[in-house]
């Protein structure tokens, strides 16, 4: 995902999916919204980068087709370490 295409990001997981985060200013903070959406099949995964820290461990996503979850990502140094949280699942 690259940042200087904007703040909020929709996606549709039509495969399992690895992410990347890229366009965040060096040294200053920023943050996004993700709507992840689970394609017609459902059950798709994805790979943060290494980067990204959660708390308690990467979150468990919805695997029912068409579901969306929403995640925020921010950053205080320029996107060298990233915060995630999971704020909704499931929503249909």
Do not use: H
Not at 57 to 73: C, E, K, M, R, Y
């Amino acid at each position: 995902m690259d940042l200087a295409n904007g703040n909020v990001v929709s996606a549709t997981l039509a495969g399992n999916t690895t992410f990347t985060f890229t366009g965040a200013t060096a040294s200053t903070a920023c943050s996004f919204g993700l709507y992840l959406t689970q394609d017609a099949t459902g059950s798709r995964t994805v790979t943060w980068p290494a980067s990204v820290k959660w708390s308690g461990g990467a979150p468990t996503l919805s695997t029912a087709a068409n579901a969306v979850d929403i995640l925020v990502f921010e950053t205080i140094n320029g996107g060298t370490t990233w915060y995630g949280s999971l704020v909704g699942t499931n929503f249909s």
